[in-house]
């Protein structure tokens, strides 16, 4: 196609939009209200999702060496430990080093501890064992127990199934909410477009009628759906982002970021995923929905 005609496609598709006001802003409002409420769940579901993914790879194994076990036999049990299948890194915690995060956790409370410093310290050296993946971790421990010079292994049995369990089914629970939505969206939005088509079937046919080929007649309509699906898109992208930098700054300043439970993705992160996700999806449907409306008429 030559630039010119491009631009002539171009220039049309704005004065259409111009022209048929009331429908352009009806086809919008459609894009902006059914994108707004997937980009809500999308926004809640991928945090959602950070935050189970920081629940899981915080999930480790804790094995309390034998009080009676000397340097060289630590020693030959870490190695014993490095060579099990699916060990991903092993972090060595004495005594006093342990006492000392102890005492870090309780925070305020912390002169509780104070007593058993020194030798009236009642905690075991210890091996951290982080699993190359968080499901590993039940294994892992079991193989570990049965090891020598292992006093205890701790890595919340039960608890660890459950919460995968729990995770699990919050991630499916959210992809089929996400696609229900995209779903209903996108026959919502192709609906109204298809509406302000319907709209100017006479003007499509007095081009047909004028000898304008199938390709002419589809490009403005082309861009204009391609327009409106942006546009439409745009609005709720900078809604959400707003809002969610709001919320991003406020877990920030209250120090709820440090949590355990709470690592909400960056606002930089979030902004391209969101804006990428609805401008792309708002596109495609706007084209779309044009495209699908005008075929009838072009067979004619």
Known sequence: MK??????????????????????????????????????FLTVTLNLNKIANHIENDV????????????????????QIQQIRDVKSIRYVSRAQGLKELMKDFGKDADIIKPYQGDENPLNDAFEIKTQKPKQTEAVAH??????????????????????????IARDVGLVLILGLLFTAIFLIANTIKLTIVARSTEIEIMKLVGATNSFVRWPYF?????????????????????????????????????IFIRLIPFNEMALYLSGLLIIIGAVIGVWGSLTSIRKYLRA
């Open 3 to 40: 630039a010119r005609t491009l631009f002539r496609h171009l220039k049309e598709s704005i004065k259409n939009l111009g022209r048929n006001g009331w429908m352009t802003i009806a086809s919008v409002s459609a894009v902006a209200v059914a994108l707004m409420i997937v980009g809500l």
């Open 60 to 79: 480790e194994v804790r094995v309390y060496i034998d009080r009676a076990a000397n340097s060289q036999e630590q020693d030959a049990l870490k190695k």
């Open 143 to 168: 193989k570990v127990s049965k090891l020598t010079n292992v006093s205890d292994v701790s890595y919340g049995k039960g608890y660890v199934k459950k919460l995968f369990k729990v995770v699990d």
């Open 223 to 259: 861009i204009e759906g391609l327009f409106l699906g942006v546009i439409g898109a745009v609005i709720p992208v900078v809604i959400l982002l707003i809002a969610y930098q709001e919320l991003y700054n406020y877990f920030i300043s209250n120090s709820y970021q440090t949590s």
